[in-house]
């Protein structure tokens, strides 16, 4: 995977609650191929970023270039169908549906809307394929026909990553996927991560440092709606500025 070219851009971009800038100035690039976090203090602004990007929350200032192509203020579906995917700090899922049809349901609402026929064709024989790999990739396979609402919080963030993943995107926004998580369902995602990063860039939002230290190519430090400071792993871990935002926050 071509790993240089910048996938995501943001410029000047500002989110206001009223007086609150709860998205100050932010100018990120993320290049295609890398695991990149984003840290920061409760409140710093990272899942509005999200909600930016993903076109859940209208822009109120500066612009967004997926690929070279502006998708400031494009609603939701339009992002998705672009290759854009996030999975929630809140699981997404529906409650009284099995894993299985909730897997199902995000595949399919990727592949109907596609009307190029030969990608359609491609795509419905490909998705009972898809459906296994996903529910492997999550480690969900076993458990496929249990209803939603009978998992364990940790289960139903994993089949929420899985709905995110369904729709093969090139880019996977993934908001605390482990937290709420058994350490062994954790390792679990991590390593997912890690594997997936081999084929589509994610940007992730993650309060667990030694996650963050452990997967990430770079870190980008929100406080304050702010960027504070970007830069590899251990850069970040050594920053001054970093570990006073930290304190304050906390
Ligand atoms: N819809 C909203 N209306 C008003 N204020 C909001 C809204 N969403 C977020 N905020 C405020 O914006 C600021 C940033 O919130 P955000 O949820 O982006 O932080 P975060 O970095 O994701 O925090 P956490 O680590 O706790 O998830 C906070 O002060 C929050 O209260
Ligand atoms: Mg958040």
Known sequence: METNHIILETKDLCKSFGALRAVDLVNLQVAGGRVHSIIGPNGAGKTTLFNLLTGFLPITHGKIFFNGTE????????????????????????????????????IQSRTKSNYNFLTHFKNLK???ERLGQVLEEVGLAQKADAVAKNLSYGERRAVDIGI???????????????????????????????????????????????????????????????????????EIQE???VQEAYLGGY
């Open 71 to 106: 998708i400031t203020n494009l609603p939701p579906h339009r992002i998705s169908k672009m290759g854009i995917a996030r999975s929630f700090q809140i699981t997404s899922i529906f409650p009284d549906l099995t894993i299985h049809e909730n897997i199902r349901i995000a």
């Open 126 to 128: 490909g998705v009972g």
């Open 164 to 234: 995110a993943l369904a729709t093969e995107p090139n880019l996977l926004l993934l908001d605390e996927p482990t937290s709420g998580m058994s350490e062994e369902e954790s390792s679990r995602i991590i390593g997912l991560i890690k594997e997936i990063s081999a084929r589509l860039t994610v940007v992730l939002i993650e309060h667990n440092i030694d996650v963050v230290l452990s997967i990430s190519d770079v870190v980008t430090v929100m406080h304050q709606g702010q960027v504070i400071a970007e830069g590899r792993p251990e």
């Open 239 to 241: 920053n001054q500025k």
